[in-house]
């Protein structure tokens, strides 16, 4: 059982972290600032949802696993609503595409 | 090297950063930026003496984190003051510079 | 541990390299982003440093308050920004001034690497009278027992941080709203957010307060983040900033001190000292304090972040 | 198990610190923006890994006192972007 979980954390986690590496390469590489936010909604959303997906078996308690759920729906209302201004920010800034 | 050889070092860099900001960047906002900056140092410095005395079972000795929670509070409310003096100082001349001889627009409900 | 040390060593790289940029970027917004960055990470070396109750405040007050403070602040000040970046100082005295921050940095350095060994410490008799309040952080008891003068003065100064600020508007604005009145599209993300997360903060706020009888947490950092969801509130139009000559809005502002001041002189009436608890209601009394410091520190950060009235009180 | 977390932990410090990139050559606002963000979510990622690695659970606490800020923060910052776009624009000098 412990070994199910460990691999769940590795796969996970791991997965968590690729994300993140698609977003960064994504932010500065795409050509122009929506597709560059394009990429960074990945990053927020399924990098920071599997981190915490990979940390689930490891957590100490049902109180601490709920409030590890409850980081990432923050950080994902959040990140949503950060996004849409940022690209209202970005029409405004750049050339519309 | 240990875990606060390494942070006592950062927290000792970190300060003499603000410091030379504090010094040479003309605009007033710059400087409580580069303020906080050599504050940060400092309380980190704190931090580096809480975790060498860590004893009795705690991650660190807690008196010297109980006093740079203390120090940031007083800090943040140090900034908040400087910032209304610098807005305040902004819309009463138009600029916001420390300079003595800066020309004043208006010398209109300075207090 | 080679594995943890490089870690370290890599976190306090990019930190810094964080903080250069915040000395060193040309635009004040930009460094001013730079420098939000800079104190989130630095959570990161808190927790690192095995400071959880430090890693709480730098979270709340160091990066996400003053951060949001310095960035209204910038966006104002831009117009003034291309005037004053000329005055930079001749060679020489950035020179003298490098030449200042390397022997300071430096003797700091010393002071790290000739540290006393073994390090002196006052951990042991924080937990030998521990028993005495019953709590189990060892912050929440310096802050709130061993040295609960210095916490209350520190609720004064930042109360007359607030009285400073005050006092800069100009007469006719005296007892009015701060800022300008955010307009906003009620049915904007912004307003969605702005409706959605105050809910859940009020309650993150007032767990950090509550579990800080015996894990990380406080009144400042519980309070940090109401203010934070206050302050958002308003960011999205939703109410407007209070008028400051409001007689509840005072009572807020005095409740936290007053409290902890009668508790403070009860201890005094009842014999023992000012500030000493009676043994058996050490934890209750503690608790009543750090409950009317929770509100009293939301409205006062709040207010300080907002700035002084900019509008007169019918407006 | 601690060792990969800790391996997961200094890669995403690597993509914060490649992410801080942006921040430096912007060139817009927006972009600045966007990192700001990408550092929000990725410092609460490695906190919670750090968390995970030295077995301190008010990790989680911190965590959600950072989601939380941090957002604040990060609303700040585009609002007040915004409004300077704003400002440049229509020449106006409303700092909302």
Known sequence: MKLVLDIMTVVAVSAGAFFFLAGTVGLLRFPDALTRLHALTKADNLGLGLVVLGLLPQAGSLRDGFKLVCVWLLVLIAGATVSQLIAYAARRDGPVP | MTTATVFGLFAAV?????????????????????????????????????????????????????????????????????????????????????????????????? | MTVGLALEIALAAVVLSVAVWTVAARDTFAAVGGFVAYGLLLTLVWMRLGAPD???????????????????????????????AAERPGGIVRGLA??????????????????????????????????????????????????????????VVVLLALVG????????????????????????????????????????????????????????????????????????????????????????????????????????????????YPVAYAKPLILAIEFAMLLTIAVTLGLLVAGPPERESGS | ???????????????????????????????????????????????????????VSAAVDVALTLALLATFAAIAFVKKGTARLDATDHASTEGA
């Open chain 3, 165 to 276: 600020v005050w006092s800069l508007a100009p007469d006719r604005f005296w007892g009015g709203r701060p800022g300008p009145r955010h307009e906003a599209d009620p049915n904007g993300v912004l307003a969605f957010l702005a409706r959605l997360l105050p809910p859940v903060g009020i309650v993150v706020g007032i767990y950090i307060l509550w579990v800080s009888a015996d894990l990380p947490g406080g009144a400042f950092q519980g309070g940090a983040i109401l203010a934070a969801m206050w302050l958002l509130v308003m960011m999205a139009g939703l109410t407007d900033a209070p008028q400051v000559s409001g007689r509840s809005l005072r009572l807020l502002l005095l409740a936290g001190p007053v409290v902890f001041l009668l508790v403070g002189l009860g201890g005094l009436a009842l014999g023992e000292a000012f500030l000493a």
């Open chain 3, 54 to 84: 430090v890693a709480l405040t730098e979270a709340a007050i160091g990066s996400g308050l003053t951060g949001a403070m310095l960035l209204a602040a910038s966006a104002r000040l831009r117009a003034s920004e291309a005037a004053v």
């Open chain 2, 14 to 111: 970190a300060a003499g950063l603000g410091l030379y900001g504090l010094i040479t960047n003309p605009q007033p906002l710059r400087k409580v930026l580069a303020f906080n900056l050599l504050g940060s140092g400092v309380f980190l410095f704190f931090g580096v003496v809480a975790r060498r005395g860590a004893a009795a079972g705690f991650g660190g000795d807690p008196i010297p984190q109980a006093l740079v929670i203390t120090g940031m509070v007083v800090a943040f409310a140090a900034t908040a003051l400087a910032l209304a003096l610098l807005l305040r100082l902004f819309q009463a001349t138009g600029s916001a510079t420390l300079r003595a001889d800066a020309p004043t627009s208006t010398d209109a409900g300075g207090p």
């Open chain 4, 1 to 55: 198990m601690i060792e990969f977390l800790t391996a997961a932990l200094g890669f995403i410090l690597a993509m914060l610190a490649i992410g801080l990139v942006r921040i430096l050559r912007g060139p817009g606002d927006a972009d600045r923006m966007m990192a700001a963000q990408l550092i929000g979510t990725g410092g609460i990622a490695a906190l919670l890994l750090l968390g995970a690695v030295s077995g």
């Open chain 3, 98 to 155: 490098a030449l200042l921050s390397v022997v300071v940095a430096a003797a700091l350095v010393a002071s790290v690497l000739f540290l006393p060994d073994p390090a002196p410490t006052l951990a042991p008799a924080a937990a030998e009278n521990a028993a005495a309040t019953t709590l189990g952080n060892p912050v929440t008891n310096v802050l709130m027992a061993f040295r609960a003068m210095d916490t209350m003065l520190e609720k």
